[in-house]
């Protein structure tokens, strides 16, 4: 599976863009891209996922270069509830075999007030 | 109401003793997952189960056990508790059609073997 990295933390001020980047240089063809957070001790969060094309959802977009080797999530109007850790995922596809989510150690996003 | 349930929310206990946490789904989902967390750390997968009838290990079953009561219910178990099984364990859910890296997680349980 392709490692990821990512910066340990980042500060946002409210209400600005969060631009969380992540490389993946050893991605391999059919590997995704998935991003999830985990607020505080709670229990991680799916927020998108893509792999060659950018993707937008109600939480965020994501945006993928065109070698694939890094990409960026965008919250396009932080809140202070976007405080937590992000994590950048690489893994197969939804035909891959099972196995475990492997989180890294993520990004501390901290949106400022 | 949430998607996915984990009971109880917080538990301590002592060494030696059995313990079952649990977890329920009303998403529908198919898979369902058991990881923990230690503090500082990311997820290890404990075990995983596909539907009722298939249950597969993860990356650090040892010391542990599961039950697959139906669809919506996952039981973990530690058969006999040991203090570095203190941690957050975590339920997860996912679709065969979403793909299995689309996970939806309870709340998680918080573990305290004395």
């Known amino acids: 599976d392709a490692k990821t990295t990512q910066p340990t933390s980042m500060d946002c001020a409210e209400g600005r863009a969060a631009n969380l980047p992540c490389n993946h240089s050893t991605i391999s063809g059919n590997e995704y891209v998935y991003w999830y957070r985990q607020i505080h001790s709670q229990g991680p969060q799916y927020i998108i996922h893509g792999l060659k094309n950018n993707e937008t959802n109600e939480m965020a977009s994501l945006i993928i270069t065109e070698d694939r080797k890094s990409s960026t999530l965008i919250l396009p109007h932080a809140t202070l509830r976007d405080t937590a850790v992000y994590y950048c995922i690489v893994r197969g596809g939804p035909s891959g075999s099972a196995r475990q989510l492997t989180f890294g150690s993520g990004t501390q996003l901290t949106v400022l007030p | 109401d949430a998607d996915v349930t984990q009971t109880p929310r917080n538990r301590i206990t002592k060494t030696g003793k059995r313990i079952m946490l649990e977890c329920s789904q009303t998403k529908g989902h198919d898979r369902m997952y058991w990881y923990r967390q230690d503090p500082g750390l990311g997820l290890r997968l404990i075990y995983y189960?596909?539907?009722?009838?298939?249950?597969n290990k993860g990356e650090i079953s040892d010391g542990y056990s599961v039950s697959r009561q139906a669809q919506a219910k996952f039981s973990l178990s530690l058969e006999s508790a040991i203090p570095n099984q203190t941690a957050l364990y975590f339920c997860?859910?996912?679709?065969?059609?979403?793909?299995?890296?689309?996970?939806?997680f309870g709340p998680g349980t918080r573990l305290t073997v004395t």
């Open positions: 997860a859910t996912s679709d065969p059609g979403t793909g299995i890296y689309e996970q939806y």
């Open positions: 189960s596909f539907d009722v009838k298939d249950i």
